[in-house]
């Protein structure tokens, strides 16, 4: 002001939401949907109010996980009531399109239609939206990040270098939009074949606790590569409400009491 500048404008809150987590990544693939998913069950296995929000709009993966059918309705007012699914509000694009029909914007209407989807939700009383964001470091992520009262972010990457450097790219972004980094998150981090119980470590081991630790941002983390992970997201019951007593169960929710 002193300047004589005007400033940017000031970040909104979510009507209905307390605090917005951002769950992102570098590369597509290293398992964020399927990390974000868990993560907003585990956070309301912990007694919480818990969204999902689907901002993956090129590569919507929410309706799949959740098993989300049919359209969101849509009230007098124009506003959206969300899906519901295993106790938590869930909302995606995905649901809006027909099977197999492709996002084709640039990038003012992804952010319009991010926005619409963000705001013009009846969440209802939420202690946490995930905000489950596109891999990278792209238009969507920077009209959140400027336009929304972000609590914290988590970024998810596998231990292989080729992740992690793109993890690194989108740490950087979050630093500079000055929203707070809760953590880095492993996934994919080792197998062990259920025949032999020998382990495998697939893509490596350990890269995401040292990378953590170099940037100095806390390490949240390992998720194994686990056939029931992806069995039962793609059968749109995610492992924390399928198997809650399992090992995999279990390591989502540690991870999500250290971002409470
Ligand atoms: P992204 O959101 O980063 O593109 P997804 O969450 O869609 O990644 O995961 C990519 C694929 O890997 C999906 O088929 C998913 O079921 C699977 N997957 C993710 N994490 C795991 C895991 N820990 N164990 C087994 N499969 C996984």
């Known amino acids: 002001a002193a300047s004589g500048r005007p400033g940017p404008p000031p970040k909104q809150s979510v009507p209905g939401v307390r605090h917005v987590i951002a769950v992102g990544s570098g590369k597509g693939g290293v398992g964020k949907s399927t990390v974000a998913a868990n993560l907003a069950l585990a956070l309301e296995a912990e007694g919480l109010k818990v969204g999902l929000l689907d901002a993956d709009l090129y590569g919507p993966s929410v309706p799949r996980l959740l098993g989300l059918e049919g359209k969101p309705a849509v009230r007098e007012d124009g506003i959206f009531s969300p899906h519901e699914a295993h106790g938590l509000k869930a909302m995606s694009i995905g649901a809006m399109l027909d099977p197999g029909q492709a996002v084709v914007w640039r990038g003012p209407m992804a952010t319009s239609a991010l926005r619409q989807l963000l705001r013009e939700t009846d969440w209802g009383g939420l202690d946490a939206l995930i905000v489950d964001l596109p891999p990278g470091t792209g238009d969507i ?52 074949a259920p025949d032999t119980g020998k382990r495998y470590d697939i893509f490596g081991t350990g890269g995401a606790r040292q990378a953590a630790g170099d940037l100095g941002i806390p390490f949240l983390g390992e998720i194994p590569l686990v056939m029931s992970i992806r069995e039962r997201s793609d059968a749109g019951t995610p492992v924390m409400i399928a198997e809650p007593d399992g090992p995999e169960a279990q390591a989502f929710q540690a991870i999500a009491q250290k971002i409470l």
């Open 141 to 192: 992520h920077i009209s959140l990040f400027q336009q929304t009262e972000v609590s914290g972010a988590v970024i998810v990457s596998t231990p292989q270098e080729l992740a992690l450097s793109d993890a690194r790219k989108a740490i950087d972004m979050i630093r500079r939009m000055g929203v707070p980094l809760l953590g880095l998150i492993e996934n994919m981090s080792f197998f062990i």
